[in-house]
């Protein structure tokens, strides 16, 4: 496990990075931010060390290709549907009580 110093400055120097990445592929703020706060835990937990900044943001950028990946793909964002889709799709009954 990563200390708390370690992670901090990874977030510091790619948070963008990975929020940017995340919204291009999800196009949604709150699956970004479940997205990227799970990226940021992989990394804490990740023990192998980094040899470059480079191997790190390589490591960063392909974690987050795939969380976002797992994401799309996930049978609840399949099958989920948005309260506006929902509604559009009720049937409209008329007023006959006037």
Do not use: G
């Not at 120097?13 to 699956?31: E, G, M, P, Q, S």
């Not at 799309?72 to 007023?95: I, M, T």
């Amino acid at each position: 496990m990563r200390s708390e110093q370690e992670t901090n400055r990874a977030l510091e120097k790619h948070a963008d990075t990975v929020r940017r990445i995340c919204f291009v592929h999800l196009k949604n703020y709150h699956d970004t931010e479940d997205v990227f706060q799970e990226v940021f835990v992989k990394y804490l937990l990740h023990d192998a060390p980094f040899y470059s900044d480079e191997h790190e943001r390589a490591w960063l950028v392909r974690v987050t290709i795939n969380a976002c990946k797992d994401t799309l793909k996930s049978f609840f964002k399949k099958n989920a549907k948005s309260l506006d889709d929902l509604a559009s799709e009720l049937p409209v009954f008329e007023d006959r009580h006037r």
